[in-house]
């Protein structure tokens, strides 16, 4: 990014943050909406809005929450990484005073007590013994809510390594780190009128504070390139919504159906010539997967040998980005296959 392009985007921060002061008013209360804090600026704009018809709406006081520990970082934070935040939430710096312009004030970050280490020791000697491959890690449940997808997801996601020891001190530490993580969450949610919560993703170590509100029956909200999804038991997935598409498409009209066709087929025209971002109502893409190729090209060779394609995945993504797969990694699926 160029110094011209950085200025003009500081100037449209400043632009956003001046809207919001202008628009919405902080509400003082005892009752809370939990938003992400992150790096998104798609979600910013939405969750501004989202997040404040919410406290209108309920009464209730706006507050970020820091998620991103067993993603991207360890649960423990350093004495140089406090002093940092706490500098940049008084100067209103970054993301802090983007938050602070649509009226979370504070951001609300993990942090582990006595009594929280002790009740994890309690549940990890319980679970540990009984964890020896993938499907064990799978079925975990804490508290009876079901997080073993998500530990199985993060774990291979923060150390970017598909060959799990379950008998290594390596997962049983982070095994351990995830069950504090949950407890704090779970103790937090309990202990404070909580009347609804936006977050970013529902996957990995990101999805335990989610998954603990959608099981406290707390109105559940995804915001995902742009769209806004709403979590449920039954639903616990961003991607479950489209396991109604056809039952909510059967209920159109003729004419209705006939319009969606041309509106899917324009953006799908449009999406395999290589166009990106909202060309074709997708604001995150930014790089296109298409390209235009030669017909006389010839990709594999003209011979009598069968041709087998293996479409693999990112091998360190979600596997359960649809809920539970046919296989509980996609190393697993690979090697199989």
Known sequence: MDFLEKKENYKKIIRFKKYNKDKFNNNKSN?????????????????S???NILSKNNNAEIFGFFNYNLVTRPNKFTLFEKLKRI?????KLGFFGIYKSFGANKIIYPYFESDIKKKSKYFYSDIIKNI????????IFLKNIPVGDLIL???????????????SEKFKKYLRDFIELFLFWEKYISNNDIKAIIGAHCYYAYGIILRICVYKDIPTYILASSRLVKLNKDALFTNDQYKYTKKIFDTFTADQKNSSYDIARKFLNKKFSGAVGLQINEPTTVQ????????????????????????????YDATHAFGKNFFPSFKTWLNIL
Do not use: P, R
Request: glycine fraction near 2%; hydrophobic fraction near 40%.
């Open 31 to 47: 009752s809370k909406i939990l938003i992400e804090f992150n790096a998104f600026h798609n979600f910013h704009v939405l969750g």
């Open 49 to 51: 809005f989202l997040s």
């Open 87 to 91: 500098i940049a939430n008084s100067f």
């Open 132 to 139: 020896n491959n993938e499907e064990d890690v799978q079925s």
């Open 153 to 167: 997801d993060s774990y291979i996601k923060f150390f970017k390594d598909y060959n799990i020891d379950f008998k």
């Open 288 to 315: 296109s997967v298409f390209k235009s190729f030669d017909n006389k090209e010839k990709v594999l060779s003209q011979n009598n040998k069968i041709k087998i394609l293996i479409a693999t995945h990112e091998i």
